[in-house]
């Protein structure tokens, strides 16, 4: 078993992922990038200092796990080291990965987290579901533990959280879990845990209404950091958790937060995202005077109408448009985007 460590604080502050980015994804239309994400984990930073809470990122911190651009390093370095104590952080999907699409299943000594781990920016959750971190506030004990990207969610809390006095136990996860709200493929039905309070997930990207499993509840904050057009009415926020603090209504969600959870609303642009050349369904399909044209023939006439990306993501997301139309045998989908993915790739990225 290994040694559970003690901070005293008044609290934690759950961060959903950041992405930060050395490339600007997809439609945002961010003079840089960089400046915008990390600003916004500043401000979230800002937040645990004025309130002595203990900062947990919920996964993917950077987007890709082997973006080694230095100025972006150096910044998220500086960032990171601005609170009054070193951020907790769970690894997520995007931290494994090596290339656009190969997703690891460990950290290794090319994957940029480990850098920041061995030298002290940030500490990482076990991510076995066994607890890391005991909380001891005023108003009571948060003992803190993670399951990380692709692993499974234990059914039983094991001993360690059995034999640890606490008030609050918190199961942080990464994994695409069924909340209510917009649907996710293939997503996990939320599972039933016993010996676990609260359970806060990162990976889904919006904020999801708390769901009662049992005697657990499940909570998903999403993102300070709205990576594709669909989350534009998203509102990046991070969200405190301090023991003893009575429930409170969430303007947003229109739902009573449980464990006295509060959101602070990080600052951001609404409108931040490109919409030019985006598919549209017509409300009545237009009579056909001739042969119609291939729809990837007119997709790629279409392409240079479309907003320069560095990552290629807009165009992925129209020609995902047009799979889904035709409905495309997905073993060629998966053949057509790889060698787009491949194509990318060669472009070169930091």
């Not at 005293?8 to 990038?33: E, K, M, N, Q, Y």
């Not at 995007?94 to 290794?108: D, M, Q, W």
Request: charged share 25%; net charge negative.
């Amino acid at each position: 078993m290994r040694t559970i460590e003690r901070i005293s604080a008044s609290g934690i502050l759950l961060i959903g992922d950041p992405h930060v980015s050395s490339r600007r994804p997809g439609r945002r239309r961010d003079d840089d990038f960089v400046e915008t994400v990390l600003g916004k984990l500043a401000a979230a930073l800002k937040v645990a200092e004025a309130n002595r809470l203990v900062p947990i990122i919920l996964g993917d911190l950077l987007d890709a796990g082997d973006d080694n651009d230095i100025r972006m390093l150096t910044q998220v370095t500086r960032v990171l080291r601005s609170c009054w104590c070193t951020p907790w952080y769970l690894v997520g999907n995007h931290t494994l990965t090596i290339g656009r699409r190969s997703i690891h299943k460990e950290l290794s000594d090319g994957h940029v987290l480990t850098l920041l781990a061995e030298s002290g920016t940030l500490r990482l959750l076990g991510g076995d579901g066994d607890p890391d971190l005991l909380v001891e506030t005023p108003t009571g004990d948060i003992l803190v533990g993670g399951v990380c990207w692709g692993r499974e969610i234990p059914s039983v809390a094991g001993d360690a959280w059995t034999t640890t006095k606490a008030d609050i136990r918190l199961l942080t996860t990464h994994h695409d879990l069924s909340f209510p709200g917009r649907v996710i493929p293939g997503a996990i039905p939320l599972p039933r845990v016993t010996g676990i309070d609260l359970i806060v997930n990162g990976h889904v990207h919006d904020t999801r209404k708390p769901v009662p499993v049992g005697q657990t509840t499940f909570f998903n904050p999403g993102n300070i950091t709205r990576m594709s057009i669909d989350l534009e009415t998203h509102v990046p926020s991070v969200f405190s958790l301090i023991p003893g603090r009575e429930d409170a209504l969430d303007e947003f969600l229109s739902h009573v937060l449980p464990y006295g959870l509060r959101r602070h609303v990080i600052e951001h642009v609404a409108e931040v995202f490109d919409h030019t050349g985006r598919r549209i369904d017509a409300t009545e399909p237009p009579l056909i005077m001739e042969r119609p044209e291939s729809s990837f023939v007119n997709l790629l006439r279409q392409e240079a109408e479309l907003p320069r990306t560095e990552d290629g993501s807009v165009f992925m997301e129209e020609m995902q448009a047009v799979f889904d139309d035709l409905d495309v045998d997905p073993r060629i989908r998966e053949m057509l985007k790889g060698l787009l993915v491949q194509e990318g790739d060669t472009s070169g990225r930091a």
